[in-house]
């Protein structure tokens, strides 16, 4: 770089600081109606799993991107709407497209609650309310986050839409189909999103990709009905026998899955992902402890992260044959079944690894039945993205913290819409704090988590596109 | 033989036929009081598992015996009390110990039942009502023929002690003690017990042995609580993968159980076992359509009988690990048990096997919770008995046909108690239809099986002990 361009990049940093500054300074002046915008907003209830209010919520959203002065439309898919928002008046610049979810999970058990799960109440500097950090508390900081740049410039610094799901806490059956159909007025640079927690230090997060998803039952048949063990052991086969021996040829005791071919789209770590997954915390010891075992799962001399980002597995969600009750039964039952899932690693996808399944099952107990449920393909997008920095810078500028790059996180999410289907570079940024019980009862947000998103939302949209952006602590 | 001496044999022979179809003759006379008696009988509920009526029967049938010219107890045990009956007026003579049990099972589900259970109903040459099969028509049948005796002779061809147990469908846990305690009033040169079911075909049984019965449980532990199987997924360990590594060493595929010295005090069948077993009729292909199988148990080359007669089985009766509901939950589940039976032959022990399933558990999963339930020793008499021929004798004599011998059943009965406590050959001679539908609604006995066992009663008191008695068709 020459000496001139580097002095006229400072000086384009240091504007683009001050205007960000101003954005950041009409965040803490408005703070208290933010909050209050946020509780009447999760006050609404939007249910997928039971059907209730998410019209009423879609209509709301979409009424307050107009007020802010995009434009704004409810469009239908096979389930509930998907609410689709844009600002898109720099001409030629580069647009990110921001994905949320305004559906919430079901409330109940409902006296668990210290407060109704839909009359927001602040305690101890936290909003309590079902959805407020799964998923409204964070795509209503990023909505914030826009309406405080457009109050305070008039602008955005780049073009947005906004994307948000009606159907994720139950799948988002219609997503892939949505994003195929729509995906010219989905044309964009990138995809942020967030939802999930930081570190439960408080440092921010930044995630790259998911492991996939392969659900998939086998149900093996015995005798018409449950026969006694004395008239009949010996004589006639025994379901849970045959299930045991079948799904030990499916993964061994050293913890190696041996289902031939499963490995064979596993890529080892790159260089750049094992120095950012050297550089996570992760206290074993602790992990253990909370949850009372003495030791990780085999094979024992695996990293943590390594486990979790670039490793399928196969997991036995349920095992389920005959009497299960007190005391004894002697019965030879008539049936036995295992519902299992796989996370699935980049490069996997779930129906090459349903083929291997069904094919494995074929050669080793061909009357067992194979059943698919859900699926999800992988996603990952490279943590050597010309956007991370970018997206490190902005996050330093809004919480003064570097965030954890995790190139994998080890569950699963429809990011390959993203990603596969759009062909998009897709990041997380989560906002919520660790300990939100999402999907739990007394849901929370804090209410510095949901001021740090706002601004952390505001400085995305400055930095992500801003080639003169210079990481504070790199 | 001398001539002189087998000329003495046949007379007394046809003396003694003479005096045992004078009973037949009293039974068939007799036969709608003793019908009526018996319907009676099974009005009283005695249901052990509730706790009701046990009293109260065990007092009536004092009372019968004491009518009938015998000495008779209830003696208590740490649970019901048992009736104990005597008829030790043949001075030098040798004794049969006949056993039976006036508990019935609970006969839930009432609504099953076309007519009320302990509302004992005749329709089709049967009597329904709950124990009428199991086990009351049967040792009621044994009492009669004692009392037909008594009322055509004024004695009884041998002496006789009658013991009638409380407990038997809880599993006669008082049983061991009850019969080491009182060994000494309990001595007798045989037992014999009429329980089970004749052959379908309605040709008579004897039955020589029976399997003996070890149930455990396998508990794992894993995390204190269901954790994600995205979040934790190669992390947590899963205690149903190792609850199936487990299993699989301890059965294999081809239908061995894995367990280091099980085997080793497995006897194979004798040469006149074998010859027995062969004369058994069986109808594999009849089972198989039944049941809705497609062929037996692994390993496919044994034969029928050998699978239930004289080797061990280690069955699965239960499975359980996490969730078995619809749809998925993708969780790694917190805990996972299996139950378990084993049937064992003569030879081996409950507590050398379980001491060999505790050792095999602490070399393979040491984690592994080893549970003991209930267990049973095995019995067996030798087919080769001087009893034998006198039984089936006995039973050509009762009934003109000869009878099945089963050298063992798969099942398993407490008749240790008689053969390895007090050390004596025991029997089981069953009287019911094989479609009793005992422990299930609608339990019923047929008329015709009931007179013939008190004529077979008869036919053993007169036959059992008669060095004399030559078989109509050996
Ligand atoms: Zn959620
Ligand atoms: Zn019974």
Redesign the pocket.
Known sequence: MHHADEAGARSRDSEQRRALDAVFDYVDRNAQDFVSCLMAYASHPSISAQNIGIDEVAHLLKERFLAMGMTAEILPTKGNPVVLAQWNRQAGAPTVLLYG?YD??PPEPLEAWTTPPFEPTIRDGRIFARGIG??KGQHFAQILAIESHLKVHGKLPCNVIFMLDGE??VGSPNLPSFVLEHRERLKADLVVTA?GSVHPSGTPIVQFGVRGLLNFELHVHGAKRDVHSGNYGGVVPNPAWTLVHLLATMKNAAGEITIDGVYDRVDPPSARELEAIAALPVNVAGLCEELGMTQLDQPQERGYFERLMFHPTLTINGLHSGYGGPGMKTIIPDSAFVKCDMRLVESQTPDEVFALVVKHVARHAPSVEVVRLNSMEPSKTSIESPYTQNIVTAIERAQGKRPLLYPVVGGSLPDYVFTKTLGLPAFLIPYANSDQA??APNENLSIDCFLKGIKTGAALLACLFDRDVVGSST
Do not use: I, K, L
């Open positions: 979810h919430v999970q799964d998923n994720e806490e939802d999402n999907h």
